[in-house]
């Protein structure tokens, strides 16, 4: 049962081509927005999509995957975790973010945008 505890599966488009960083310490970093799509019919049974928008956020070799073959647009699939981080802004006021990160990413359609 602790495998399913803390578990994400999203399938969606990529928002904009992902962020690419590489740190001081040698570790590469992916940050890219996906968007995932949830279809339903309303109480008048007309179609309606309602869109949610996902933080992932990938290091390593998931990253370099990312950097490669994932753009605007691409529809991937990612397994991960959730994880909130907080920090504290200039004003003194904390934020909290609640990121998906990504230890398996999947390429759904068709050839790769770069």
Avoid: C
Avoid at 11 to 33: C, F, H, M, W, Y
Avoid at 34 to 62: F, I, M, R, S
Avoid at 77 to 83: D, F, N, T
């Amino acid at each position: 049962m602790s495998t399913i505890k803390n578990h994400v599966q999203l399938i969606g488009n990529v928002g904009q081509d992902p962020t690419i960083t590489n740190l001081e310490s040698g570790k590469k970093v992916a940050r890219l927005s996906l968007a995932t799509n949830e279809n339903y019919k309303n109480g008048k049974g007309e179609k309606q999509t309602d869109t949610n928008w996902h933080t992932v956020v990938a290091w390593g070799k998931v990253a370099d995957i990312i950097e490669k073959f994932v753009g605007k647009g691409k529809e991937i699939g990612i397994v991960g975790k959730l994880k909130t981080r907080t920090y504290t802004m200039d004003d003194g006021n904390q934020r909290y973010v609640t990121e998906v990160v990504a230890n398996e990413i999947l390429l759904l359609n068709g050839r790769p945008n770069k």
